[in-house]
């Protein structure tokens, strides 16, 4: 984008304001600068306002004096959002006050302790920004407020009779302006027939709206836009004026409602063309880390007619938006969103260059004021290419998926031996959804599979039922997009943490516990996996200490424990596990997690015991529940309360809990127990956050007993409960 100065402008104070009906209708009467403005308060804890039309830094002395004995001059100036900025009593009021933006201020003129009579309001400009070559000019928001627009329907595409004069603005030229709530800056230029222009309103504090009106007609606009643009912001894109003369834009919010800063740019042709000079070089297999710290950043490429690319645009701090563009700036391709389930990246898959020449890509927020890190790929490729390697049975290999395109992994294998295979998202978060194939050496498919842990397939234990060259592939199963993945390979029955790291059986001893010593770090060892077996009935606990030695704090240490389908069971808070009632009939995985910085050693220490179905001690009935009544209360550190609730009819009843209270420290934890107060189920965060939820299939009249508590009866905090029956 081209980069000019900002700056401000100074602007004819006196022009800027519209006398007459136009601030009458703002709500106040005109304040002129050296003028002597008269005025009465007639009644006790009246006000008059009147606006001045003020440029950003500008300093300005106001000055209040009573006219008659009994007036107490009160005087107040409050900027375009309705914060006061000064305030002052006396005889006479004085207060010099440096404007902080451009924009329309309101002075309040009252008497203080209820008192009347006439007064005198004078305005000086004690000090102006000076003037700068070739500035950026400054709007106010000046204009007649427009009639309001009904519910449901488009804003009004007229303007109030009589002439509109706006500001100036020339065709190159980027402007800012404030804009306040029900009014609308318009701004003039000159334009002859069959010129090509393009217009673009753009704002992170409200919904853009941009009309053009001609020469010809003051009644109809010619073009209006709300959405063209990136996000909310709009765009009236290469238009063809049909006549010489002043044409006029309208720059205002969507029904007129929003409030805040803006910037408008009048561009010839296309737009502002992109340029080498301003840009950086991206060269094709190129991954490149950025900061988005303007509203773009545009980086350029030489590129050949019918290469095929492609262009991904990810961000964990904005929602991104990517570009294509030519030599000339005229715009090719576009994107949002990636296509992926959550995700907030965008991407152009397999666009295929229209010539020989320079192109250029432009990385973007989708709202208009956002900032950030971002990395940006651009791949020559291919529909349907395909990567082929080798893998050997104990490795973890780590490659990149190509969009549109598979993997080929080829290994020998004996009959009868016993592999596990993992295919793993290298970033979790990019919801990259793997897809997983055996091929036997035959040519037959042998296995597959789809879901696992973050969506990372897995086969694991597979008996291989032929000697020859297998094939693994590795594909995306929904969305075409690829990304970075580990593939391991391992020998027997093997799972593997998130990075790609196999896990390790680890038995109990004959005290029925278990312990082991180990390091993660934040390189490449962020994770570890364990395998435990719990005998049938019994009941598995786990903790976790910080070794010495280490940087790290209990609170970097996340543990989760899963089935043998990744499905999770229960997770920990600072480093422990809580696992009332949690019984298991087979293998589960102990999944540990670093989220802290450089090495940190720990100790995980296991057990299983046999116990009984938990019964919950006898409480007293803290209330009774009723569907969709909400009740709420204050839970003290380690104490619960004990809510009682009959159906009404047979049915599916949801219950959930919701945290009332600012303080992030509360973890409710919720409990469903039957007439005996034997436990029903238990959930921590079903609800979403830390909120539990829990959906139960009750007969008619049966009773229930709620029971509201906190993650292992340590925090406290207020919540909200309640029940409702589901469809």
């Known amino acids: 984008m081209h980069k000019l100065?900002?700056?401000?402008?100074?602007?004819?104070?006196?022009?800027?304001?519209?006398?007459?009906?136009?601030?009458?209708?703002?709500?106040?009467?005109?304040?002129?600068?050296?003028?002597?403005?008269?005025?009465?308060?007639?009644?006790?804890?009246?006000?008059?306002?009147?606006?001045y039309d003020g440029t950003g830094t500008a300093l300005v002395r106001l000055t209040l004096t009573a006219t008659?004995?009994?007036?107490?001059?009160?005087?107040?100036?409050?900027?375009?959002?309705?914060?006061?900025?000064?305030?002052?009593?006396?005889?006479?009021?004085?207060?010099?006050?440096r404007l902080p933006a451009t924009g329309t201020y309101r002075v309040l003129v009252s008497g203080n302790e209820n008192t009347t009579g006439g007064y005198e309001l004078t305005l000086e400009v004690l000090s102006e920004p000076a003037r700068q070559p070739l500035p950026t000019v400054v709007g106010t928001s000046t204009m007649i407020a427009p009639s309001p627009t009904p519910n449901g329907t488009q804003p009004p595409t007229f303007i109030p009779a009589g002439p509109q004069q706006g500001q100036q603005i020339e065709v190159g030229q980027i402007v800012e302006g404030l804009l306040n709530s029900g009014r609308w800056d318009v701004w003039e230029f000159v334009g002859s027939m069959g010129q090509q222009v393009t217009i673009r309103l753009r704002s992170g504090d409200f919904d853009p709206y941009l009309e053009l009106y001609g020469p010809s007609d003051d009644r109809v606009a010619l073009f209006s836009d709300d959405d063209s643009g990136r996000g909310r912001n709009a765009t009236l894109y290469a238009m063809t004026l049909p006549e010489a003369g002043t044409y006029r834009i309208f720059a205002r919010s969507y029904e007129n409602k929003g409030a805040g800063a803006y910037r408008l740019s009048l561009e010839p042709d296309t737009g502002f063309a992109p340029s080498q000079a301003n840009s950086q070089s991206i060269a094709y297999n190129q991954l490149i880390d950025g900061q988005l710290v303007d509203e773009e950043t545009i980086y350029y490429f030489a590129g050949q007619a019918e290469d095929t690319i492609s262009v991904l645009l990810t961000s964990r701090d904005f929602d991104a938006f990517v570009e294509i563009r030519d030599s000339n700036g005229v715009l090719l391709e576009e994107n949002d969103d990636d296509g992926r389930r959550g995700s907030k990246n965008s991407a152009i898959i397999n666009y295929q260059l229209p010539a020989d020449g320079t192109y250029f890509l432009v990385a973007a927020a989708y709202s208009f004021s956002s900032q950030g890190g971002f990395t940006l790929e651009l791949l020559n490729t291919a529909p349907e290419r395909t990567h082929e390697g080798e893998i050997s049975v104990g490795q973890t290999v780590t490659a990149r998926l190509l969009p549109e395109a598979k993997a080929e992994w080829h290994f020998w294998g004996e009959t009868g031996q016993v592999v596990s295979v993992a295919a793993l998202a290298a970033n979790p978060n990019e919801g990259f959804d793997l897809y997983l194939e055996l091929v036997s050496p035959s040519g037959s498919l042998a296995s597959d599979d789809d879901g696992g842990y973050q969506r990372n397939p897995a086969l694991t234990d597979f008996r291989l039922r032929e000697y020859g060259l297998y094939t693994v592939r590795v594909s995306e199963y929904r969305a075409t997009i690829g990304g970075y993945y580990h593939l391991a390979l391992a020998d027997g029955r093997v799972y593997f943490a998130p990075d790609g790291t196999p896990s390790v059986y680890l038995p109990f001893d004959v005290d029925n516990s278990a312990s082991v010593i180990d390091a993660l770090d934040d390189t490449e060892h962020r994770y570890q996996v364990w395998t435990v077996t719990v005998p049938a009935g019994e009941l598995l606990t786990a903790s976790l200490q910080v070794g010495n030695g280490g940087s790290g704090i209990l609170q970097d240490f996340f543990i989760q424990i899963l089935g043998l389908d990744w499905e999770p069971l229960v997770e920990s808070v600072t480093g422990e596990l809580y696992t009332e009632n949690m019984a298991s009939t087979t293998d589960l995985l102990v999944l540990v997690n670093y989220q802290g910085?450089?090495?940190?050693?720990?100790?995980?220490?296991?057990?299983?015991?046999?116990?009984?179905?938990?019964?919950?001690?006898?409480?007293?009935?803290?209330?009774?529940?009723?569907?969709?009544?909400?009740?709420?209360?204050?839970?003290?550190?380690?104490?619960?309360?004990?809510?009682?609730?009959?159906?009404?009819?047979?049915?599916?009843?949801?219950?959930?809990?919701?945290?009332?209270?600012?303080?992030?420290s509360y973890d409710p934890y919720l409990y469903i127990l039957n007439a005996e107060s034997q436990v029903m189920a238990e959930d921590d965060d079903s609800g979403g956050g830390r909120n539990p939820q829990i959906t139960v299939e009750l007969q008619a009249d049966e009773v229930i007993q709620v029971q509201v508590a906190s993650f292992a009866d340590r925090t406290t905090g207020d919540y909200e409960l309640t029940v409702e029956v589901t469809d």
Do not use: M
């Open 5 to 51: 100065i900002w700056a401000l402008v100074v602007i004819a104070l006196c022009g800027l304001v519209r006398v007459g009906p136009s601030h009458a209708q703002q709500g106040g009467q005109p304040l002129r600068p050296d003028v002597v403005n008269t005025g009465t308060i007639n009644n006790a804890g009246e006000v008059d306002t009147w606006l």
């Open 597 to 664: 910085h450089d090495v940190q050693p720990y100790q995980l220490q296991l057990a299983t015991a046999l116990t009984p179905p938990i019964t919950a001690e006898p409480r007293p009935i803290f209330g009774t529940l009723f569907v969709d009544k909400a009740v709420s209360g204050t839970l003290p550190v380690g104490e619960r309360h004990l809510w009682q609730f009959t159906a009404p009819a047979a049915g599916t009843y949801r219950i959930s809990i919701v945290k009332a209270n600012a303080d992030d």
């Open 68 to 97: 008659s004995a009994e007036l107490q001059p009160y005087l107040q100036v409050l900027d375009y959002n309705g914060g006061i900025i000064a305030s002052t009593t006396g005889n006479p009021a004085q207060a010099d006050v």
